[in-house]
């Protein structure tokens, strides 16, 4: 691909964003940005510091300095946090939640947006998130909100989860989804919000390979 390129996919928790971000990413030849990990990365600094995720005085004694690095190779992102690969370990459903509380810091979404500005102006990529469309790239090439009812998208994370070995409550999972659901759309500094030019597709009733190749028919 020439011209360089960057497409936003945002959505809530569990709409599928990041399969379809990745074959997106794939089949185009470009760069996938999962910004979800970030701050999924920012809430493991805190609590491995003890900081409590709400408490913005004591995020932002670390947050400017975050040794937070995103490498790719074996086809895939990994995430370091302080020298470590902390892929696997940020996936922990109990990082879910409070990467969904951090995320609401003001101090922390300018510092990862910072960072997801810089990245998207070096390369074409496929960024998913919350707020991309709407905030961090409200220029991008091409926005598209992804979502799924509740019920559907704690099937996938629950079967997700279950293979990856975690012993998971679908219940559970379900008001999980719900909470980080609120926390993202009602928290004041750019929250989850579909963008007024995104494209607009429920996956409830659709296949990975279906909402794939839906995206790609608006972009090639
Ligand atoms: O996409 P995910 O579940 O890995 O994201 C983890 C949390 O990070 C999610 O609850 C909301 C937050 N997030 C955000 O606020 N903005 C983004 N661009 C990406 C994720």
Known sequence: MEKRISIALDGPSGSGKSTVAKQIAQKLNILYLDTGAMYRATALKAISLNIDTFDEEGVKTFIDDIDLQIKYFDGTQHTFLDGQDVSEKIREPHVSMAASNISSLKCVRLKMVD?????????SCVLD?????SFVLPNADFKFYVTASVRVRADRRYKELVAKGHNVDFDDLEKEIEQRDYNDKNRDFAPLKQAEDAIYIDTSDMNVEEVVSKILSYIV
Do not use: F, L, N, V
């Not at 960072?115 to 390369?123: D, G, L, P, V, Y």
């Open 115 to 123: 960072m997801q500005r810089k990245i998207a102006q070096s390369m």
């Open 129 to 133: 998130g919350r707020d991309i469309g």
